[in-house]
């Protein structure tokens, strides 16, 4: 697991998109939303089992789940995913451990920051 890439990811969006992690489960110490201003979510921390993606290894490993444009094939099921526990027409789960270049993961969380903020009812930040 590469915790240093997800302190450096959450730091990014924080200093990028102001948005910090909300821890909104109890049950679910490894999981926060990332919320646009206007307070829908264009991001979702979590720690899971590497199964659950549908990889052999049980190990665990840290995602973000972001938003995606529909018409994007970007689900390579090696390094970014169909979503985890969302709706896998609209989310993609990214692996946080360094198998995505930074500034790749930074183009997939401005996505899906302005798919929220394009939203009618979202108003810009």
Known sequence: MNRNMTEVIL???????????????????????????????FGVWMRISRRKLGLAEEAPVEV?????????????????????????????????DGSVPFEELKGLIAMSYDMIENKRGCKKS
């Not at 730091?11 to 646009?36: C, M, Q």
Request: glycine share 6%; aromatic share 12%; charged share 25%.
């Open 11 to 41: 730091k990014y969006i924080e200093e990028t998109y102001g948005a910090s992690p909300e821890f909104l489960w109890k049950d679910l110490p490894d999981a926060a939303a990332l919320r646009h201003p206007c307070g829908k979510w």
């Open 64 to 96: 973000l789940n972001l938003k995606r444009d529909p018409m994007l094939g970007l689900a390579d099921g090696r390094r970014i995913f169909p979503a985890y526990h969302m709706n896998k027409e609209h989310w993609i789960t990214v692996l946080l």
